[in-house]
């Protein structure tokens, strides 16, 4: 759904007609309970959103938005905030605890006799990513363990969890790397850099044969059959980017479908295991899920984002590296609409030579970038709106903070 | 024909003596095919008629005058059944025919076809999968020690862009299937086996550098291992988990486990004595340093003294003079020796297939085994 309603959005930024509209999404409808009500500037606005009688008032609803977002992002944080009344908790000191020996325990993962493949292995397994995915696995299983029995101990198992979406996010990285023939990654040289391709590709697979012994002696089938899935949509999301569209809506329709695939799948279903694994009520694996892929998503449109404005040094990998690649991402694909020039520069994927430079000019000359931050928004919202559904706690609190953190970032 | 070699297949052993004549290996597997009630060649067909495959395979005609080893490897599905093509797929359709239904739960009697539970015939299509796939990545190159002759750089960046996504999509397809077995233990299995293949497969790329004609200095036990772990432990295990899936006794996992190892290390040392034991002295075929031939000849000579005739075979202009090299390694004791060893293990495969009743499929599982044990 969280798919759907982005692309509802897309077709409405464009100026669509509201005759081939689907159905309007959720946004601003009956809160659940215990959830909190939309910051009051929105309010008003997001009622009247999505409906096909108000065709006339687009432009003015644009405007508000438009305004709104350039004036105060930090001020719709802090509506957030004064509704809460759970103490303010940075998520990563919440979550710190469990995940104190996280990249240890992911090496003992890792125990094979080769001195070199291990090192390999590790390599990326050095403390100095983000964490952000197990964090919010972390989170998300103490959210579910406390709205069901009110025991916020994170199971042996939902730890687990969080171990093994870790590990398969970086077997598909040292996978990635070697596909994009890539240099760098997280400040330092990438494993096919240091050790040749044909054994970053086998460091790739042991990572991730490790990953499915851990997930087999969890001991669940259905836990294996969740986790399964991101597996196979990572690989799926790999040969999506592949594939280009020629139609500008189904392009962009295609590249959240890839973002789902790539970067919210893992999230989502990691989310749903450990609330199955926390909690036996289907409503709740369903909210767990939907603010894991609405999170992903957001998650994902941000880094395109920062690819276009952040430089390299921040990013600890090159920047323009999409364009370079030959992908066309969220901004570029919101600046074609103002530079139609762009379009033949997509169906060739950025090859000719000034390309990537062009390309790069005119999306920091349109609002390529506004809109796409923009659309994060709105999924870091939904995110809200659903894990709000659960029962108050500050691990719920730390969850919906992550969201604005997900905006928030610069690398 | 077919009924002499059954009466010949139940008890012979292999140590000492003449083996019993051993049918032709194309023979052996159609035959087997008919026992376990489909040509296993169309195993996998499904996946390889997905859209993303197809795609890939739009994408590796571009390979086509290059040098990447993707296309290598394209080529030996279509016409290298020598290759033992789906071989794996076809032993554990075997092993899980021969061992019957399960005594489990009578209910578990459903669901089969020719003697085969569903679940097994997913589990051989599994391990051709997993063994596909690492077909495929064992055919990326290093980008940095390419040269000018290997062609465009960019001709092998695709090629080996191909080869990670088709890699990765079988691997994919194969644990995605295996999550469907409903069956944690075999995942277990299969997971820890794909292990040992990524370990086994950086040992031979370890020593896979043809220009530091040097070879390691292993012992026969070390190279075991090794070759156990690239070579055996997939089918091996995956004949354990067969029977986990039909849910035999531990004794007979056990031994579906040392026919899966040991039948794999014979056919292993089969392929290594290849260019020893052929008569035909016009091709030359160029053999690794550290087949099992030349890893005994060295256990016998010690290692100086190989190192000396590795020398010696190499001359001036560092080619190697594989003849030469190979009629010193005839002349030690290392292929006897290595014959020796195939048939050892030979017989302990067959001695796994004790533990099973008789029947067809054993009967098959044990020409497999005299197919691979043949050197006339």
Same mark, same amino acid.
């Given at each position: 759904?969280?798919?759907?309603?982005?692309?509802?959005?897309?077709?409405?930024?464009?100026?669509?007609?509201?005759?081939?509209?689907?159905?309007?999404?959720?946004?601003?409808?009956?809160?659940?309970?215990?959830?909190?009500?939309?910051?009051?500037?929105?309010?008003?606005?997001?009622?009247?959103?999505?409906?096909?009688?108000?065709?006339?008032?687009?432009?003015?609803?644009?405007?508000?938005?438009?305004?709104?977002?350039?004036?105060?992002?930090?001020?719709?944080?802090?509506?957030?905030?004064?509704?809460?009344?759970?103490?303010?908790?940075?998520?990563?000191?919440?979550?710190?605890?469990?995940?104190?020996?996280?990249?240890?325990?992911?090496?003992?993962?890792?125990?094979?006799?080769?001195?070199?493949?291990?090192?390999?292995?590790?390599?990326?397994?050095?403390?100095?990513?983000?964490?952000?995915?197990?964090?919010?696995?972390?989170?998300?299983a103490?959210?579910?363990?406390?709205?069901?029995?009110?025991?916020?101990?994170v199971?042996?198992s939902?730890? +687990?969890? %969080?171990?093994?979406?870790?590990?398969?996010? /970086?077997?598909?990285? #040292?996978?990635?790397? !070697? $596909?994009? *023939?890539?240099?760098?990654?997280?400040?330092?040289?990438?494993?096919?850099?240091?050790w040749?391709?044909?054994?970053?590709?086998?460091?790739?697979?042991?990572?991730?044969?490790?990953? +499915?012994? %851990?997930?087999?002696?969890?001991?669940n089938? /259905?836990?294996?059959? #969740?986790?399964?899935? !991101? $597996?196979? *949509?990572?690989?799926r999301?790999?040969?999506?980017?592949?594939?280009?569209?020629?139609?500008?809506?189904?392009?962009?329709?295609?590249?959240?479908?890839?973002?789902?695939?790539k970067?919210a799948?893992?999230?989502?279903?990691s989310?749903?295991?450990?609330?199955?694994?926390?909690?036996?009520?289907?409503?709740?694996?369903?909210?767990?899920?939907?603010?894991?892929?609405?999170?992903?998503?957001?998650?994902?449109?941000?880094?395109?984002?920062?690819?276009?404005?952040?430089?390299?040094?921040?990013?600890?990998?090159?920047?323009a590296?999409?364009?370079?690649?030959?992908?066309?991402?969220?901004?570029?694909?919101?600046?074609c609409?103002?530079?139609?020039?762009?379009?033949?520069?997509?169906?060739?994927?950025?090859?000719?030579?000034?390309?990537?430079?062009?390309?790069?000019?005119?999306?920091?000359?349109?609002?390529?970038?506004?809109?796409?931050?923009?659309?994060?928004?709105?999924?870091?919202?939904?995110?809200?709106?659903?894990?709000?559904?659960?029962?108050?706690?500050?691990?719920?609190?730390?969850?919906?903070?992550?969201?604005?953190?997900?905006?928030?970032?610069?690398? | 024909?077919?009924?002499?070699?059954?009466?010949?297949?139940?008890?012979?052993?292999?140590?000492?003596?003449?083996?019993?004549?051993?049918?032709?290996?194309?023979?052996?597997?159609?035959?087997?095919?008919?026992?376990?009630?489909?040509?296993?060649?169309?195993?996998?067909?499904?996946?390889?008629?997905?859209?993303?495959?197809?795609?890939?395979?739009?994408?590796?005609?571009?390979?086509?005058?290059?040098?990447?080893?993707?296309?290598?490897?394209?080529?030996?599905?279509?016409?290298?059944?020598?290759?033992n093509?789906?071989?794996?797929g076809?032993?554990?359709?075997?092993?899980?025919?021969?061992?019957?239904?399960?005594?489990a739960?009578?209910?578990?009697q459903?669901?089969?076809?020719?003697?085969?539970?569903?679940?097994?015939?997913?589990?051989?299509?599994?391990?051709?999968?997993?063994?596909?796939?690492?077909?495929?990545?064992?055919?990326?190159?290093?980008?940095?020690?390419?040269?000018?002759?290997?062609?465009?750089?960019?001709?092998?960046?695709?090629?080996?862009?191909?080869?990670?996504?088709?890699?990765?999509?079988?691997?994919?397809?194969?644990?995605?299937?295996?999550?469907?077995?409903?069956?944690?233990?075999?995942?277990?299995?299969?997971?820890?086996?794909?292990?040992?293949?990524?370990?086994?497969?950086?040992?031979?790329?370890?020593?896979?550098?043809?220009?530091?004609?040097?070879?390691?200095?292993?012992?026969i036990?070390?190279?075991?291992?090794?070759?156990?772990?690239?070579?055996?432990?997939?089918l091996?295990?995956?004949?354990?988990?067969?029977?986990?899936?039909?849910?035999?006794?531990?004794?007979?996992?056990?031994?579906?486990?040392?026919?899966?190892?040991?039948?794999?290390m014979?056919?292993?040392?089969?392929?290594?004595l290849?260019?020893?034991?052929?008569?035909?002295?016009?091709?030359?075929?160029?053999?690794?340093?550290?087949?099992?031939?030349?890893?005994?000849?060295?256990?016998?000579?010690?290692?100086?003294?190989?190192?000396?005739?590795?020398?010696?075979?190499?001359?001036?202009?560092?080619?190697?003079?594989?003849?030469?090299?190979?009629?010193?390694?005839?002349?030690?004791?290392?292929?006897?020796?290595a014959?020796?060893?195939?048939?050892?293990?030979?017989?302990?495969?067959?001695?796994?297939?004790?533990?099973?009743?008789?029947?067809?499929?054993?009967?098959?599982?044990?020409?497999?085994?005299?197919?691979?044990?043949?050197?006339?």
């Amino acid at each position: 759904m969280a798919l759907r309603w982005g692309w509802w959005w897309w077709r409405w930024r464009c100026g669509a007609s509201a005759r081939r509209a689907p159905p309007p999404p959720p946004l601003g409808s009956v809160p659940g309970p215990g959830s909190r009500p939309p910051p009051p500037a929105l309010g008003g606005a997001m009622c009247h959103f999505p409906q096909r009688s108000s065709v006339l008032s687009f432009p003015k609803i644009c405007n508000i938005f438009w305004r709104f977002h350039h004036t105060s992002t930090s001020q719709m944080c802090s509506c957030s905030k004064t509704v809460s009344d759970e103490k303010y908790q940075d998520p990563f000191q919440l979550g710190r605890k469990d995940l104190k020996n996280l990249y240890e325990d992911i090496k003992k993962e890792l125990l094979v006799s080769t001195a070199e493949l291990r090192e390999m292995c590790e390599y990326y397994f050095d403390g100095k990513g983000k964490a952000f995915r197990p964090m919010i696995v972390v989170l998300m299983a103490r959210a579910c363990n406390i709205h069901h029995s009110n025991s916020r101990e994170v199971q042996a198992s939902q730890r +687990s969890v %969080a171990i093994i979406a870790e590990m398969i996010h /970086t077997a598909s990285l #040292v996978h990635d790397d !070697v $596909i994009d *023939d890539a240099n760098s990654r997280r400040g330092k040289m990438t494993v096919n850099q240091i050790w040749g391709e044909r054994k970053a590709v086998l460091a790739g697979d042991f990572i991730l044969s490790a990953a +499915s012994l %851990a997930l087999a002696r969890i001991g669940n089938t /259905t836990i294996i059959s #969740v986790l399964t899935q !991101v $597996i196979e *949509d990572l690989v799926r999301g790999e040969f999506l980017q592949l594939g280009s569209k020629e139609n500008e809506n189904e392009r962009f329709a295609h590249y959240l479908e890839k973002t789902f695939k790539k970067t919210a799948s893992l999230i989502a279903n990691s989310c749903k295991a450990v609330s199955i694994l926390g909690c036996p009520d289907p409503k709740v694996h369903e909210i767990a899920y939907q603010y894991g892929k609405n999170v992903g998503i957001a998650f994902q449109l941000i880094d395109d984002v920062l690819d276009f404005t952040s430089c390299a040094d921040r990013l600890g990998k090159p920047a323009a590296a999409d364009l370079k690649l030959g992908l066309a991402t969220g901004p570029v694909l919101f600046a074609c609409r103002q530079f139609p020039e762009m379009n033949a520069m997509i169906m060739r994927r950025f090859s000719k030579p000034g390309d990537v430079e062009r390309a790069r000019k005119y999306v920091l000359q349109s609002d390529g970038v506004q809109q796409t931050t923009y659309l994060a928004q709105r999924y870091c919202h939904e995110a809200t709106r659903e894990i709000s559904k659960l029962r108050p706690s500050p691990e719920r609190e730390a969850l919906i903070q992550l969201t604005e953190m997900v905006l928030m970032r610069d690398k | 024909m077919w009924g002499a070699l059954l009466r010949l297949g139940g008890r012979r052993g292999l140590s000492g003596g003449v083996p019993p004549p051993a049918a032709p290996w194309s023979q052996v597997v159609s035959e087997a095919e008919k026992i376990v009630g489909y040509p296993t060649s169309f195993m996998s067909l499904r996946c390889l008629l997905s859209d993303e495959l197809s795609n890939i395979a739009m994408q590796v005609r571009k390979l086509v005058g290059t040098k990447h080893p993707l296309l290598d490897t394209a080529r030996g599905f279509v016409y290298d059944s020598r290759n033992n093509l789906q071989m794996r797929g076809l032993v554990v359709l075997l092993i899980s025919k021969a061992a019957g239904p399960s005594t489990a739960e009578l209910s578990f009697q459903h669901n089969m076809v020719s003697g085969i539970y569903s679940s097994q015939r997913s589990l051989a299509e599994i391990t051709e999968l997993i063994h596909t796939a690492f077909l495929v990545h064992r055919g990326i190159v290093n980008i940095g020690e390419l040269k000018s002759c290997d062609g465009p750089l960019k001709d092998m960046q695709f090629g080996n862009k191909m080869a990670v996504l088709s890699g990765d999509f079988l691997l994919a397809n194969a644990c995605t299937s295996l999550a469907q077995l409903q069956n944690t233990k075999v995942v277990e299995l299969i997971s820890s086996a794909i292990g040992d293949l990524v370990q086994g497969i950086y040992y031979e790329n370890s020593k896979s550098s043809e220009e530091n004609c040097l070879t390691d200095d292993i012992g026969i036990s070390t190279w075991k291992e090794q070759v156990f772990l690239s070579h055996s432990a997939l089918l091996a295990k995956s004949c354990q988990a067969a029977m986990e899936l039909a849910k035999h006794s531990a004794e007979i996992q056990d031994m579906a486990f040392q026919y899966g190892k040991h039948m794999s290390m014979s056919h292993k040392l089969h392929s290594d004595l290849q260019p020893f034991v052929k008569e035909s002295s016009s091709d030359i075929m160029a053999f690794s340093l550290n087949c099992a031939p030349a890893v005994l000849h060295q256990e016998f000579l010690g290692r100086d003294a190989w190192i000396k005739q590795i020398r010696e075979a190499q001359g001036k202009g560092n080619i190697m003079d594989y003849k030469k090299l190979q009629e010193a390694i005839k002349a030690g004791k290392g292929v006897t020796s290595a014959i020796d060893l195939c048939r050892c293990h030979g017989n302990r495969a067959l001695a796994a297939l004790e533990s099973f009743p008789p029947s067809e499929a054993r009967a098959a599982l044990a020409n497999i085994v005299y197919a691979v044990t043949r050197f006339s």
